[in-house]
């Protein structure tokens, strides 16, 4: 092929032009390759290869696609890399900071340790984005058995002197350069009678204790010496027979040259080394496509730091790899000068860990790689640190240490413009966050100090009124004698008739008293339910109680001193029964129920509670429920982690933007800061997908369907409520992804009848389904299908499950695509996602439970069937009472094998029956059987309903035909009066006049609606009128439900609107209505 030349390349003659996309297939062809692996971004010239190798009738290589792995805080693209080096923001091609093969390699990182990385990470067509720790991780792995030790003191901090008693001159020892390895070698140590340790070392001494000076032993500090609260010197003595070093504090450490002359010059000279941490040169881990590039670069990216370190380190060539003990691995990028005196230049290899690098002043582990953070030292005056202004200047600086004087001459002078940092942090935090940070100190510091207040305060009233005993005791009682003959008092009576009586104040001190107990009264205290049963709670209480009349100075007082009020605690509650009324106070009512119902216990984290195996089994009847189902439409059970990584998240905040302040945050790890915050999972998407990008190939690896039962973290504002709004909570979820959109949006109407199938078949509760509005439903999701449930005694809805269908939303975020299997090109699957939580048990709770408490629908029942023997007294003889347990046993296995019901035999013979039968009516257990002798003789048990009350003697033969029948009738009389209840409450409206009325009577609202989320504020702020729900909360109006499906509420407007139909807000909203849809208050 002859082309004419367009460019001038100083020829006249025609030439063929080798353009790369021509020149592959033809060269591949030519030279025998089967197959051309190529990245994807070449996948749309796939079609000109193909097309080339035919045209010129040569044999097709086949094209294999993989995708190119990105890097967390890093450019590939040579264009932007070129920018870095023309602006002078590097120093070169070879910058350790470029991701070039120079670069890297000058950073640290081995050949063997990236080709391990390669063989573990493999090929794949689903774009990834990877950290660059895990390509460290696998790099110490190759150097960490091979690199020497060496030992270097920071000089930042200065140097401490520590004199070494019994160290009476210097000598030589050999240890080994690998603990681990004797053939790497061996280096020569010198010992002398003072050597110098790091100040943040020094600062961790503690007089008396062993120190473990490392490749020495043990020293006891005998003397710290300290000017102005700074370490000066410390004494020490030779303690090497204890060779405990288990629990001592470790130090590297080096003789002071200033004294060591018999040794000879090359041990006796220290190095001064330069070592240059690098960062990376954005700021943000990922860089969107409309963001600059240029708007987030890292200017803060070079750390220097001077050290002094062992005399052998002048022998390092250029690229040797070492390990300074405490401090990380390092790279020689530049050996010391043989001219001119210059320091060693040494470049620090990150290891792949999580936490911050290791400094002095921590624990420490001889032969341990630096790959954790260790405690932090105690940080030394700014005045004492070196200044770094002059860090990358032309001009020498000096280090002085006692007795020693360090030149250092200046390295890199490509780096002068670059700020220097002076801290561990490559790069320094915003104003912003900086203000954050300080302000959050600060509220922490505030609070800290208030609640030390209270616990002191609280100390000293307790300390007021608890009863004296002992010396106390005679204390008071002599104080009480001296105060008698100073208080005037009220009555004739003369002073010696009230020896030992408790005298009262004046009546008008008692006025004073009364008035300031008054302003001080506890009462008016909110509290919340994890505080009402807090002793604390129940002593204030019972302070608020009405005090009886003060006795005069001439009514005899009490003697007795155990009659006095003690704060020994609360008494234990032994009412049974529950004291609030549904429709009185719902709130505290269901709080009763479910404490007294032994459902839930309170935490001492707020919003945060301990099902108790009286609710968790209703959970486990729900999993043994569904998971059949879900199982027959191919779903499989597998598991993810909780923890997603900051970087996972950021790929999700425009969906998860509901979440975002819900988000709990792990920032530490015991007193260690994490180096990047993890977050506990809001939900899994984040989670899973990337998964779904490797595992997903082609269409014949869908569709894919997955389910695991895990907990949820939101830290919610909102008030939290038992069940229904919790902080941490159990749930179901569902991911699936399809080929076809048909078949996703498929099964998004079946899970949504499973869910549906729960509340009906299980928990006896009706609810609409319905599809959630634009403003209601889940932001990563095309649309949000849903079941509401509506709660008759507060007049509000809960929303009780969800099935989303994402579309390819999440599939474009994660590049989940397969490969079509007619146009070969790539696709992006169709995704949903479902879920249901433990607010279903919530639910039933409010749905069903009455005023004697919690009452269970027989599915989910732990016990459906309590059996209870009766009559039992002290006539009752022992032949008579076995028989009537014989009797009662056998009836409880009969029931358990031949009717598979779950029952229980209460034989306890400490409580009266009257007492159980009040115990498992308020533990809500659907049926009761009594068995008496008066049954027995009759061939008959009683049974008693616990929805209904209904007492009804039946045969003891039906028993087993009976019982289940009666338990599967009270199941759908409690789902009928549910419906009869929802349905008597769900009005219908044209305006908000008639939306706000209809709301006021407790009822849900079908109203035609516009669907726009602008317009949907608004009814719900017009709505509100100042109405509160629940004390303490905001006024609350009427948000949607949902938008019913066609035909959903019998006898009700369902589905689309006419045209002619106005919006609910018309004339204030002038847009035709769009649908009929459900408003209402929500939990």
Same mark, same amino acid.
């Given at each position: 092929?002859?082309?004419?030349?367009?460019?001038?390349?100083?020829?006249?003659?025609?030439?063929?032009?080798?353009?790369?996309?021509?020149?592959?297939?033809i060269?591949?062809?030519?030279?025998?390759?089967?197959?051309?692996?190529?990245?994807?971004?070449?996948?749309?010239?796939?079609?000109?290869y193909?097309?080339?190798?035919?045209?010129?009738?040569?044999?097709?290589?086949?094209?294999?696609?993989?995708?190119?792995?990105?890097?967390?805080?890093?450019?590939?693209?040579?264009?932007?890399?070129?920018? $870095?080096?023309?602006?002078?923001?590097?120093?070169?091609?070879?910058?350790?900071?470029?991701?070039?093969?120079?670069?890297?390699?000058?950073?640290?990182?081995?050949?063997?340790?990236?080709?391990?990385?390669?063989?573990?990470?493999?090929?794949?067509?689903?774009?990834?984005?990877?950290?660059? #720790?895990?390509?460290?991780?696998?790099?110490?792995?190759?150097?960490?058995?091979?690199?020497?030790?060496?030992?270097?003191?920071?000089?930042?901090?200065?140097?401490?002197?520590?004199r070494?008693?019994?160290? =009476?001159?210097?000598?030589?020892?050999?240890t080994?350069?690998?603990?681990?390895?004797?053939?790497?070698?061996?280096?020569?140590?010198?010992?002398?009678?003072?050597?110098?340790?790091?100040?943040?070392?020094?600062?961790?001494?503690?007089?008396?204790?062993?120190?473990?000076?490392?490749?020495?032993g043990?020293?006891?500090?005998?003397?710290i010496?300290?000017?102005?609260?700074?370490?000066?010197?410390? #004494?020490?003595?030779?303690?090497?027979?204890?060779?405990?070093?288990? /629990?001592? &504090?470790?130090?590297?450490?080096?003789?002071?040259?200033?004294?060591?002359?018999?040794?000879?010059?090359?041990?006796?000279?220290?190095?001064?080394?330069?070592?240059?941490?690098?960062?990376?040169?954005?700021?943000?881990?990922?860089?969107?496509?409309?963001? /600059?590039?240029?708007?987030?670069?890292?200017?803060?990216?070079?750390?220097?730091?001077?050290?002094?370190g062992?005399?052998?380190?002048?022998?390092?060539?250029?690229?040797?790899?070492?390990?300074?003990?405490?401090?990380?691995?390092?790279?020689?990028?530049?050996?010391?000068?043989?001219g001119?005196?210059?320091?060693?230049?040494?470049?620090?290899?990150?290891?792949?860990?999580?936490?911050?690098?290791?400094t002095?002043?921590?624990?420490?582990?001889?032969?341990?790689?630096?790959?954790?953070?260790?405690?932090?030292?105690?940080?030394?005056?700014?005045?004492?640190?070196?200044?770094?202004?002059?860090?990358?200047?032309?001009?020498?600086?000096?280090?002085?240490?006692?007795?020693?004087?360090?030149?250092?001459?200046?390295?890199?002078?490509?780096?002068?413009?670059?700020?220097?940092?002076?801290s561990?942090?490559l790069?320094d *935090?915003?104003?912003?966050?900086?203000?954050?940070?300080? =302000?959050?100190?600060?509220?922490?510091?505030?609070?800290?100090?208030?609640?030390?207040?209270?616990?002191?305060?609280?100390? !000293?009233?307790?300390?007021?009124?608890?009863?004296?005993?002992?010396?106390?005791?005679?204390m /008071?009682?002599?104080?009480?004698?001296?105060?008698?003959?100073?208080?005037?008092?009220?009555?004739?009576?003369?002073?010696?008739?009230?020896?030992?009586?408790?005298?009262?104040?004046?009546?008008?001190?008692?006025g004073?008293?009364?008035?300031?107990?008054?302003?001080?009264?506890?009462?008016?205290?909110?509290?919340?339910?994890?505080?009402?049963?807090?002793?604390?709670n129940?002593?204030?209480?019972?302070?608020?109680?009405?005090?009886?009349?003060?006795?005069?100075?001439?009514?005899?007082?009490?003697?007795?001193?155990?009659?006095?009020?003690?704060?020994?605690?609360?008494?234990?509650?032994?009412?049974?029964?529950?004291?609030?009324?549904?429709?009185?106070?719902?709130?505290?009512?269901?709080?009763?129920?479910?404490?007294?119902?032994?459902? *839930?216990?309170?935490?001492?984290?707020?919003?945060?509670?301990?099902?108790r195996?009286?609710? @968790?089994?209703?959970?486990?009847?729900?999993?043994?429920?569904? #998971?059949p189902?879900?199982?027959?439409?191919?779903?499989?059970?597998?598991?993810?982690?909780?923890?997603?990584?900051?970087?996972?998240?950021?790929?999700?905040? #425009?969906?998860?933007?509901?979440?975002?302040?819900?988000?709990?945050?792990?920032?530490?790890?015991?007193?260690?800061?994490?180096?990047?915050?993890?977050?506990?999972?809001?939900?899994?998407?984040?989670?899973?997908?990337?998964a $779904?990008?490797?595992?997903?190939?082609?269409?014949?690896?869908?569709?894919?369907?997955?389910?695991?039962?895990?907990?949820?973290?939101?830290?919610?504002?909102?008030?939290?409520?038992?069940?229904?709004?919790?902080?941490?909570?159990?749930?179901?979820?569902?991911?699936?992804?399809?080929?076809?959109?048909?078949?996703?949006?498929?099964?998004?109407?079946?899970?949504?009848? *499973?869910?549906?199938?729960?509340? +009906?078949?299980?928990?006896?509760?009706?609810?609409?389904?319905?599809?959630?509005?634009?403003?209601?439903?889940?932001?990563?999701?095309? @649309?949000?299908?849903?079941?509401?449930?509506?709660?008759?005694?507060?007049?509000?809805?809960?929303?009780?499950?969800?099935? &989303?269908?994402?579309?390819?939303?999440?599939?474009?975020?994660?590049?989940?695509?397969?490969?079509?299997?007619?146009?070969?090109?790539?696709?992006?699957?169709?995704?949903?996602?479902?879920?249901?939580?433990?607010?279903?048990?919530g639910?039933?709770?409010?749905?069903?439970?009455?005023?004697q408490?919690?009452?269970?629908?027989?599915?989910?029942?732990r016990?459906?069937v309590?059996?209870?023997?009766?009559?039992?007294?002290?006539?009752?003889?022992?032949?008579?009472?076995?028989?009537?347990? !014989?009797?009662?046993?056998?009836?409880?296995?009969?029931?358990?094998?031949?009717?598979?019901?779950r029952?229980?035999?209460?034989?306890?013979?400490?409580?009266?029956?009257?007492?159980?039968?009040?115990?498992?009516?308020?533990?809500?257990?659907?049926?009761?059987?009594?068995?008496?002798?008066?049954?027995?003789?009759?061939?008959?048990v009683?049974?008693?309903?616990? @929805?209904?009350?209904?007492?009804?003697?039946?045969?003891?033969?039906?028993?087993?035909?009976?019982?289940?029948?009666?338990?599967?009738?009270?199941?759908?009389?409690?789902?009928?009066n549910?419906?009869?209840?929802?349905?008597? +409450?769900?009005?219908?409206?044209?305006?908000?006049?008639?939306?706000?009325? !209809?709301?006021?009577?407790?009822?849900?609202?079908?109203?035609?609606?516009?669907?726009?989320?602008?317009?949907e504020?608004?009814?719900?702020?017009?709505?509100?009128?100042?109405?509160?729900?629940?004390?303490?909360?905001?006024?609350?109006?009427?948000?949607?439900?949902?938008v019913?499906?066609?035909?959903?509420?019998?006898?009700?407007?369902?589905?689309?609107?006419?045209?002619?139909?106005?919006?609910?807000?018309h004339?204030?909203?002038?847009?035709?209505?769009?649908?009929?849809?459900?408003?209402?208050?929500? @939990?």
């Amino acid at each position: 092929m002859y082309l004419t030349a367009v460019v001038d390349l100083g020829v006249t003659e025609n030439v063929v032009f080798p353009i790369y996309d021509f020149a592959c297939p033809i060269v591949d062809s030519l030279e025998g390759v089967t197959h051309a692996l190529r990245t994807s971004e070449y996948n749309d010239r796939n079609d000109q290869y193909y097309w080339m190798c035919d045209a010129l009738k040569i044999r097709r290589p086949q094209v294999i696609d993989f995708s190119r792995l990105a890097l967390q805080f890093t450019l590939l693209s040579k264009r932007k890399l070129t920018w $870095f080096v023309e602006q002078g923001l590097v120093s070169g091609w070879d910058d350790p900071r470029m991701p070039t093969v120079r670069g890297i390699l000058r950073h640290g990182l081995t050949p063997e340790g990236l080709r391990q990385f390669i063989l573990a990470q493999g090929s794949s067509k689903s774009t990834g984005t990877m950290e660059w #720790d895990k390509i460290w991780a696998f790099n110490k792995k190759v150097i960490d058995p091979v690199a020497p030790r060496y030992t270097g003191l920071n000089l930042q901090g200065g140097l401490v002197p520590v004199r070494v008693k019994g160290q =009476e001159k210097e000598e030589t020892k050999q240890t080994l350069l690998h603990p681990k390895d004797p053939a790497i070698g061996e280096k020569t140590i010198v010992l002398a009678p003072t050597v110098f340790v790091e100040q943040a070392d020094a600062e961790c001494f503690v007089e008396g204790d062993n120190v473990t000076f490392v490749n020495w032993g043990n020293l006891r500090i005998s003397k710290i010496h300290k000017m102005d609260g700074r370490i000066e010197s410390v #004494d020490a003595e030779l303690n090497l027979e204890d060779a405990d070093y288990k /629990k001592t &504090h470790k130090v590297t450490w080096l003789a002071d040259p200033s004294i060591v002359k018999c040794v000879g010059k090359d041990l006796s000279q220290l190095t001064p080394l330069s070592c240059l941490t690098y960062g990376n040169l954005i700021s943000k881990p990922l860089i969107g496509k409309e963001e /600059k590039f240029e708007d987030f670069i890292n200017r803060d990216s070079v750390l220097m730091e001077n050290y002094l370190g062992d005399p052998q380190l002048r022998n390092l060539k250029k690229g040797d790899i070492i390990q300074l003990q405490r401090k990380g691995f390092f790279i020689c990028d530049q050996p010391p000068s043989t001219g001119k005196e210059a320091p060693c230049v040494l470049i620090y290899i990150p290891d792949g860990a999580t936490r911050a690098r290791p400094t002095t002043g921590s624990k420490f582990k001889s032969g341990e790689a630096a790959d954790s953070k260790p405690d932090q030292p105690q940080q030394t005056k700014e005045k004492s640190s070196p200044k770094f202004s002059i860090l990358l200047s032309n001009v020498p600086y000096i280090y002085t240490v006692p007795g020693l004087v360090v030149e250092f001459c200046p390295v890199y002078s490509t780096l002068r413009n670059q700020k220097p940092a002076n801290s561990l942090i490559l790069s320094d *935090l915003s104003p912003e966050e900086a203000a954050k940070r300080a =302000e959050k100190e600060r509220l922490k510091e505030e609070k800290k100090a208030a609640r030390k207040a209270g616990r002191e305060k609280a100390k !000293a009233q307790q300390q007021q009124q608890s009863p004296a005993s002992g010396e106390a005791s005679e204390m /008071k009682t002599e104080k009480i004698k001296a105060q008698a003959t100073k208080v005037p008092l009220t009555s004739s009576e003369p002073n010696n008739s009230t020896m030992g009586k408790q005298q009262l104040p004046p009546s008008d001190e008692l006025g004073k008293i009364k008035t300031a107990a008054a302003a001080t009264d506890l009462s008016c205290i909110p509290t919340s339910p994890e505080s009402k049963n807090s002793p604390t709670n129940k002593q204030q209480q019972s302070k608020g109680k009405p005090e009886k009349k003060e006795k005069t100075a001439g009514e005899k007082p009490q003697k007795k001193a155990q009659d006095l009020p003690t704060v020994s605690g609360p008494k234990k509650q032994t009412r049974l029964g529950l004291e609030a009324k549904k429709e009185e106070d719902i709130a505290e009512w269901y709080t009763q129920v479910i404490q007294k119902s032994e459902m *839930l216990e309170y935490y001492d984290i707020s919003g945060c509670y301990i099902l108790r195996p009286w609710s @968790y089994f209703i959970w486990s009847q729900i999993q043994s429920f569904f #998971d059949p189902k879900i199982t027959e439409l191919g779903v499989e059970n597998t598991y993810f982690p909780i923890f997603v990584s900051k970087g996972a998240l950021e790929k999700e905040k #425009d969906h998860i933007a509901d979440f975002a302040p819900e988000v709990a945050w792990v920032t530490r790890s015991g007193s260690s800061d994490l180096a990047e915050p993890i977050a506990l999972r809001p939900t899994s998407e984040t989670i899973m997908y990337p998964a $779904f990008a490797k595992w997903i190939q082609s269409h014949r690896d869908l569709p894919i369907k997955i389910n695991q039962w895990s907990n949820i973290v939101r830290w919610e504002f909102k008030h939290p409520t038992p069940f229904l709004r919790t902080r941490e909570f159990l749930w179901q979820e569902g991911h699936t992804a399809y080929a076809v959109k048909a078949d996703a949006e498929a099964e998004v109407l079946t899970i949504l009848d *499973l869910y549906r199938a729960v509340y +009906h078949d299980l928990l006896a509760v009706p609810c609409i389904r319905g599809r959630k509005t634009e403003h209601e439903k889940f932001p990563g999701g095309e @649309y949000t299908t849903t079941v509401e449930v509506y709660v008759g005694a507060s007049g509000r809805a809960i929303q009780g499950a969800t099935s &989303h269908h994402l579309g390819q939303n999440f599939s474009r975020i994660f590049d989940v695509v397969f490969e079509d299997p007619v146009t070969k090109q790539p696709r992006h699957v169709y995704q949903n996602s479902w879920g249901i939580t433990t607010r279903t048990i919530g639910v039933m709770i409010m749905v069903h439970s009455d005023n004697q408490g919690l009452v269970l629908p027989p599915p989910v029942a732990r016990y459906q069937v309590v059996v209870v023997p009766c009559g039992i007294n002290v006539k009752t003889t022992d032949e008579e009472r076995a028989d009537l347990f !014989a009797k009662s046993k056998a009836l409880v296995e009969g029931l358990t094998k031949f009717s598979k019901l779950r029952v229980y035999l209460d034989d306890r013979d400490h409580v009266s029956p009257g007492w159980k039968f009040n115990h498992w009516e308020l533990k809500g257990v659907p049926m009761r059987i009594e068995v008496g002798f008066k049954d027995l003789a009759k061939g008959e048990v009683t049974t008693v309903m616990r @929805y209904t009350g209904n007492r009804l003697a039946i045969p003891m033969d039906k028993v087993n035909e009976l019982v289940p029948t009666m338990l599967d009738e009270v199941h759908n009389l409690m789902l009928n009066n549910a419906i009869e209840s929802q349905n008597a +409450h769900i009005c219908e409206a044209n305006n908000m006049k008639q939306l706000t009325d !209809a709301l006021d009577k407790k009822c849900l609202v079908l109203a035609p609606f516009c669907g726009e989320p602008e317009c949907e504020e608004l009814v719900k702020t017009e709505s509100a009128q100042n109405v509160i729900v629940a004390p303490g909360a905001p006024a609350m109006g009427a948000k949607s439900l949902c938008v019913p499906f066609e035909g959903e509420i019998v006898g009700k407007k369902t589905g689309p609107c006419a045209k002619e139909i106005h919006c609910l807000r018309h004339p204030l909203c002038s847009k035709p209505a769009t649908f009929y849809t459900l408003f209402g208050r929500s @939990y």
